[in-house]
């Protein structure tokens, strides 16, 4: 219950389905590939299309959330094989595609979310997180661009050929030369570059190195949650200054400090907010968005237990008087912008 007036709450919902609501990071596509045989699970895949009490997503519980475009991670790190591990993983998309004509639509610009939007589909875009499928080649990179990727966060939490992670202890700097001239390729092709994962100096070398708008995909504020994978106020205003968009990862511990969650403190949606709030007085709303990392965090905070839930953000910032163009922004418009501005 959101403990809103009824009249209020019908408001803030129709508000919500009128928003182009775009979330841009779950980790799906993980729990619905059928992996090769040698790697077979032993209990039965999820299926997109279909509606699951498992996990946090699926094609109905997005249609229930109000979710228009859901940004689909490539995330290989962990993978012996990572090349491989992509195509599976870019191929698990296409199938669900192929299986839901009349659900999902593969989106490439601003366009098509806005096409699939007005057809009613989810629009499915691609990003690869951590750049080890490119084993260190641009060709890949351009083959990836090819089958329909249009963003990548340049590392996972690891070091790899592009720069450090930001779970290294020991980095030794940010981003090597073939990082550099990643970024450049991503910029020549129309791709997003995304800096969650990235460590502080990488971060840096990006604001150096490309000069357009870049995102951070899943990543909160550290002065709220210190962890390393959130951003420090003075990485928001230079993101801002660039004129990117940063998404509300909704990992408990990435909202509320872990030694407060150990004393009992709960994440909830609201918390999630003051980060939300945080952000807009130190830059204003036009660079706010959402990361969920669904199906990528080991649980969700209260009032956010999948993606049918995501209303539930609307409702808490309509009850702290945010205005409707600034609602419209933070679910999605301003990620809208970004695309629209990026992708040819």
Not at 119 to 130: C, D, R, T, V
Not at 140 to 166: H, K, P
């Amino acid at each position: 219950m959101s403990g809103m007036d009824p009249s209020k709450e019908r408001e803030a919902l129709n508000l919500h389905k009128e928003a182009t609501v775009i979330d841009f990071h779950c980790d799906t596509l993980k729990e619905v590939v059928e992996w090769p045989r040698i790697r077979a699970p032993l209990t039965p895949r999820r299926k997109l299309g279909e509606k699951s009490e498992q996990g946090h997503l699926d094609l109905p519980r997005l249609k229930e959330g109000g979710v228009d475009c859901q940004v689909f991670a490539v995330f290989c790190t962990r993978e012996p094989r990572p090349q491989d591990a992509a195509l599976w993983l870019l191929d698990a998309f296409y199938q669900a595609l192929e299986r839901n004509p009349d659900k999902l639509m593969l989106a490439l610009n601003a366009g098509d979310i806005r096409k699939a939007k007005a057809e009613g589909k989810i629009a499915g875009f691609l990003s690869i997180e951590g750049g080890e499928p490119l084993l260190g080649n641009l060709a890949s990179l351009r083959m990836f661009y090819r089958m329909g990727v249009r963003a990548m966060g340049l590392t996972w939490s690891w070091r790899n050929e592009i720069g450090n992670g930001s779970g290294e202890k020991r980095p030794t700097g940010g981003l090597t030369d073939f990082g550099i001239s990643v970024v450049e390729e991503m910029s020549r092709l129309g791709m997003l570059v995304d800096v969650s994962h990235l460590n502080d100096q990488g971060f840096w070398d990006v604001v150096e190195t490309y000069k357009g708008p870049f995102i951070a995909s899943h990543s909160n504020c550290r002065e709220l949650c210190d962890v390393s994978r959130n951003l420090t106020d003075d990485m928001i205003r230079a993101l801002a200054d660039r004129g990117g968009v940063m998404g509300m990862n909704f990992l408990p511990f990435f909202i509320t400090p872990r030694e407060e969650l150990r004393a009992g403190k709960k994440a909830t949606v609201a918390s999630l907010v003051d980060h939300i709030d945080r952000i807009v007085g130190l830059v204003g709303p036009d660079h706010i968005g959402l990361g969920s990392d669904y199906d990528g965090i080991p649980y969700p905070p209260d009032g956010l237990e999948d993606a049918s839930k995501v209303p539930n953000i609307t409702l808490e910032l309509v009850k702290r008087d945010y205005s409707d163009e600034d609602i419209k922004k933070i679910l999605g418009g301003n990620f809208l912008r970004v695309i629209e501005k990026i992708l040819h």
